[in-house]
């Protein structure tokens, strides 16, 4: 402590201390300045305009955000500028397409193509297929239709007709049997109370107490109601006491708090 004054002087370390929390200070204060600028904050520069809502500003159309600066984009011939913040800053127009020389070039349609809506590619015209960098005719066969599809052969035969190769064959459909009009799987079906068998439809031989049953397996005909399929007949169910029919109807089981036991439902213990 000084005799004079009676106060106490600084030491080193707070020199230090002091001298190291102004550079600090001054070194933020430098950096801060570029950041705002870039983050369209501050002074508006030339070549901007102010943003329409809060406070900053945006570079105007055709110019980018280089430091504190809006400088001109080099935009190429056939290309627009986007307004957006990232990337290059341009685009190419509809129907060009960038190049690696920073250049947009026209975009090559073959002769029967036309430009795809969203102009960065072609498509060919109906009645045509692509073969590489061509557009090439469709062969349609005899009994075929053009389906406008870009992938397979483009057409498709005609109800009654199957395709082959490069041909559409007449679908041989038995008596009794109708087509199905599937894309995939069997041609033709048989009619309801006929079932396939060899490549024909043979009528269902339907016993008494029985009703034809649409399922594609089985004979083709299901019990009614009250009796069980025994061979190629319906036999009346011996419902014995205690018990009920399931659900099918065609089958039996013992009611509540019985159990099977030698074919009779009795009392379970």
């Given at each position: ?34 950041v705002l600028a870039q ?15 809060g406070g900053g500003w ?117 008596a009794n049997g109708y ?91």
């Open positions: 402590m000084s005799a004079v004054s009676g106060t106490m002087e600084p030491t080193p370390r707070k020199h230090r201390l002091i001298w190291s929390a102004l550079a600090l200070a001054g070194t933020i204060v430098f950096l801060a300045s570029p983050d369209g904050t501050g002074a508006i520069p030339e070549n901007a305009v102010a943003q329409n809502y945006d570079c105007a159309l055709g110019y980018k955000l280089d430091g504190a600066e809006c400088l001109p984009i080099d935009i190429p011939e056939n290309a627009y500028a986007t307004g957006r913040a990232y990337g290059a800053g341009w685009a190419c127009k509809r129907g060009y397409q960038e190049t690696g020389t920073a250049a947009c070039e026209a975009i090559q349609i073959p002769d029967n193509a036309h430009l795809r809506s969203s102009g960065f590619d072609w498509q060919c015209n109906r009645g045509f297929r692509s073969d590489r960098d061509d557009c090439v005719a469709i062969a349609l066969p005899e009994n075929a239709y053009l389906t406008g599809e870009i992938s397979g052969p483009g057409w498709a035969c005609i109800r009654g007709y199957t395709a082959t190769s490069d041909a559409c064959v007449p679908i041989a459909v038995p087509l199905t009009n599937a894309d995939f799987g069997a041609a033709w079906a048989c009619e309801r109370g006929f079932f396939e068998m060899d490549g024909r439809c043979d009528p269902v031989d339907l016993p008494a107490n029985a009703f034809l049953d649409p399922e594609s397996y089985g004979p083709g005909w299901r019990c009614e109601r009250g009796y069980e399929q025994v061979r190629n007949a319906c036999v009346a169910i011996d419902l014995p006491e205690n018990a009920h029919l399931d659900r099918t109807g065609n089958r039996w089981r013992c009611d509540r708090s019985f159990q099977l036991s030698d074919g009779a439902c009795v009392l379970g213990r």
